[in-house]
């Protein structure tokens, strides 16, 4: 029903500055919530921010609030995360994913995309 593509993942130095973008089809984008996910290689697969359907409303994980920000546009059909004051704390496969509220647990969304991978060197 609905398909996610993530992209502007890539490789920067610690302290630098990127912009995920989550791509999606179909026709009922602006009635999902959506989230993004982040999993480092051998940990679980962590929350790290979540919108409403209109936009309208956020929240974020302890540790990435201050630092990254989610946004949508509904005419584009796509969702941002805008990270700065990158760490390597931060590395990791991002996902995006479609929910039905500002859920923490991954259970709780159902279409992923296939993932975008961020490194933050030291």
């Known amino acids: 029903q609905v398909q996610l593509v993530e992209s502007g993942g890539g490789l920067v130095q610690a302290g630098g500055s990127l912009r995920l973008s989550c791509a999606a089809s179909g026709r009922t984008f602006s009635n999902y919530y959506m989230g993004w996910f982040r999993q480092a290689p051998g940990k679980e697969r962590d929350f790290v921010a979540a919108?409403?359907?209109?936009?309208?409303?956020?929240y974020l994980a302890d540790a990435v609030k201050g630092r990254f920000t989610i946004s949508r546009d509904n005419a584009k059909n796509t969702v941002y995360l805008q990270m700065n004051s990158l760490t390597p704390e931060d590395t990791a496969v991002y996902y995006c994913?479609?929910?039905?509220?500002?859920?923490?647990?991954?259970?709780?969304?159902?279409?992923w995309g296939q993932g975008t991978q961020v490194t933050v060197s030291s």
């Open positions: 919108i409403t359907a209109g936009g309208g409303g956020t």
């Open positions: 994913a479609t929910g039905t509220g500002l859920y923490v647990s991954s259970r709780n969304y159902d279409y």
